[in-house]
């Protein structure tokens, strides 16, 4: 059984550049969603998709947008890059179903790094 | 808001048991209980997670209380591995996957 990949593992931008991360889920999985985790703090929802279509949004401005293709792996963008923006970014996968809680599988993520 | 509480940081000896403390007083009906730990330079990794009984798997146990307002993590005999950020989620399940992370509870293991 393959985890949860993501790519690449480090990157540093400029402030104001375009950002594109990605994701393979893990055999099986059909959502995907993504988090960002700053320094020190738990990590926090930015969204879900599943079926190719986004179903699920946290606290995060547009320029934050996503991609699942028919594989179910996943891209995350973020436009017009700020500082704040440096995180590491995870991304978890899981088989979704009407009455079931499945956990989530995480990938070790993306450490992105504005300056 | 991650709506549960837990404390900042705990110690524990190797090889002894280790109860993580978690409070969700206002929980809902259909709320379940999710634990996940973050082990350094790692993405988070499920442990346990249960609705109203308590839960045994191979990696720790889960007593949930009788009024669900709170619960604990239970890890039987501690080991260095499992020095980690444990983090104690409400998810309303159904396929949501909008897990509320708060800061967790940073365990250190002492050999």
């Known amino acids: 059984e393959t985890g949860v990949t993501q790519s690449p593992t480090h990157l540093i931008k400029t402030r104001g550049q375009q950002v594109t991360l990605r994701c393979s889920s893990q055999?099986?999985?059909?959502?995907v969603s993504w988090y960002q985790q700053a320094l020190g703090q738990g990590p926090q929802f930015i969204f879900q998709y599943y079926r190719e279509e986004e179903n699920g949004r946290g606290n995060f401005p547009p320029r934050f947008s996503g991609l699942q293709f028919p594989n179910y792996s996943s891209e995350l963008n973020v436009n017009a890059l700020e500082l704040d923006d440096s995180a590491l970014y995870l991304c978890?996968?899981?088989?979704?179903?009407?009455?079931?809680?499945?956990?989530?599988?995480f990938g070790n993520g993306t450490r992105l790094t504005v300056t | 808001d991650a709506k549960t509480t837990q404390p900042n940081s705990m110690e524990s000896n190797e090889e002894e048991p280790v109860h993580l403390p978690c409070n969700h007083s206002?929980?809902?009906?259909?709320?379940?209980i999710h634990w996940y730990r973050q082990l350094p330079s790692q993405g988070p990794e499920y442990v346990i997670h249960?609705?109203?009984s308590n839960v045994n798997n191979r990696m720790a146990s889960l007593a949930i209380a009788e009024d669900r307002k709170s619960s604990t993590l239970i890890l039987h005999r501690a080991t260095l591995r499992d020095a980690a950020v444990y983090y104690c989620i409400r998810n309303s399940g159904a396929g949501s996957y909008q897990l509320t992370f708060g800061k967790g509870t940073k365990l250190s293991v002492i050999p």
């Open positions: 978890a996968s899981s088989q979704t179903g009407l009455l079931t809680n499945s956990p989530l599988h």
């Open positions: 249960g609705l109203t």
């Open positions: 055999s099986g999985h059909n959502t």
């Open positions: 206002t929980i809902s009906g259909t709320d379940y």
